[in-house]
């Protein structure tokens, strides 16, 4: 996959692309990423990018002239063209498993007060990561890249890419490491038992809570299934040690705590 990042600020991406998951990503041919100096492409003799509003107003608007070239220079029909914009969807996880799978995407990154509005119509949508005001496109680009480069095959061990949150509108289940106990806080017995389909239905139950407690918008848009309802049930009535859960907790392994 190619990704393209249009952007008055190239430097800002040092960074982003040489460190961790993207670094290696690139290393191993996974994605490519180019990053296009907008600036390049003015035909101001000053090299300016943005001018003043017309019919008045604070601030700088980016100029349409720069843009359109930039774009129409850089990329082709097949490219897939995104602006960062407060106007467009609220990225989530379903857009960024669309978009890992297309051959080639431009992110393209806004600054100063906004762009000419004429801009939006060579671009084949627009995309936002929240309410609320950045300086410009280039932290929502990294955002939004980063989210498609770790779906790609071969960027991360695909093992890590399971049960994440937001997949099927849940968010994901709690996660331990050693020791056991810290300062009085235990890690759940039941993930010692060695028993993978309670452990599994155990996870389960804590997306549930966890989802209803902290986002729920997105528990509401899960569709449940049966199990979920009789999980959702144990965790409404206050059944903190179900049946299932006791039963695989005697015929399980030893704990190693």
């Known amino acids: 996959m190619k990704i393209k ?18 670094k290696r990503a690139i290393a ?4 490519e990423i180019e990053l296009i100096n907008i ?15 017309i019919g008045g107003g604070a ?23 995104i602006m960062l914009s407060p106007r467009g969807k609220t990225y989530n996880q379903k857009k960024a498993n669309e978009l890992k799978n297309l051959q080639e995407v431009a992110l393209i990154c806004g600054h100063y007060e906004g762009i ?25 680009s990294m955002a939004i890249a980063d989210s498609i480069i770790r779906l ?15 997949d099927d509108d849940l968010l994901e ?18 993930l010692y038992s060695g028993n993978h389909e309670a452990i599994k239905k155990y996870r389960r139950k804590e997306s549930l809570r966890l989802t209803k407690k902290y986002r ?22 206050g059944n903190e040690s179900p049946k299932w859960m006791t039963d695989a907790l005697e015929k399980g392994k030893k704990f190693t705590h």
């Not at 601030?59 to 063209?81: E, Y």
């Open 116 to 140: 000419d509005e004429r801009f939006n119509d060579y671009v084949d949508e627009l995309i936002s990561i929240g309410d609320y005001v950045l300086t410009g496109g280039e932290i929502a």
């Open 59 to 81: 601030g700088l608007i980016m100029k349409l002239q720069p843009l359109v070239d930039c774009l129409n220079a850089t990329c082709t029909a097949s490219t897939h063209k």
């Open 39 to 53: 600036r390049d492409y003015t035909k101001d003799k000053n090299f300016r990018v943005d001018s003043a509003p």
């Open 5 to 22: 990042i249009l952007t008055l600020f190239p430097e800002m991406f040092d960074g982003f692309k040489n460190n961790s998951i993207i």
């Open 216 to 237: 729920p918008d997105l528990y509401e848009k899960h569709v449940k299934n049966k199990q979920d309802l009789k999980l959702i049930k144990e965790i409404e009535d």
């Open 173 to 190: 289940y709690p996660q331990y490491t050693e020791p056991y106990e810290f300062e009085g806080k235990k890690v759940p017995d039941i």
């Open 28 to 31: 191993k041919g996974v994605v």
């Open 152 to 166: 790609l095959d071969g960027a991360i061990n695909n093992e890590s890419l399971v049960d994440e949150s937001f």
